[in-house]
């Protein structure tokens, strides 16, 4: 009966003991290209990075407002380097800008994949399926938020 109402992999985690497979899907990382706006974002050279199928477009969102913008933020290493503050203080710190640094992120770098706007919540793995639908590397644009 549970063969019938849960899917495979489930039954190989939850019965059998057998981990779950991680994955590294490959995709490139290149900026939209569209009529409106080739002169607004200059073009460079396109990233091939592999992560895990599991990995969010939020995070993929992140890398490209950070390394690519160069919008990322130094600051963290100062607050830890200050001995008056507490260890869990930091921690907290830390978690406190790496939500600020997503958020920010999210409001100026899109993500698409087939001219389609990825939602952050989706993976790889449901963009390369459902989206990309090809047997190729998977290829993401990205492009800022106004620039549109």
């Not at 390394?67 to 507490?86: F, L, N, R």
């Amino acid at each position: 009966m549970l063969n019938e109402t849960v899917p495979p992999w489930v039954l190989e985690v939850s019965v059998q003991k057998i981990l779950p497979r991680f994955t590294k899907i490959s995709f490139s990382l290149q900026p939209y290209a569209s009529p409106a706006n080739k002169n607004i974002v200059a073009p460079i050279k396109k990233d091939r990075l592999s992560a895990s199928d599991m990995l969010q477009i939020r995070k993929v969102i992140e890398h490209v407002y950070e390394k690519v913008m160069g919008q990322g933020s130094d600051g963290g290493s100062q607050t830890a380097g200050s001995g008056a503050v507490a260890n869990n203080t930091v921690e907290k710190s830390e978690t406190d800008k790496d939500e600020e640094m997503s958020s920010l992120a999210d409001e100026k770098v899109e993500l698409l994949c087939n001219d389609q706007v990825l939602d952050p919540n989706m993976d790889l793995r449901t963009v390369k399926h459902f989206i990309w639908k090809q047997g190729a590397d998977l290829t993401l644009q990205y492009r800022i938020i106004g620039a549109k």
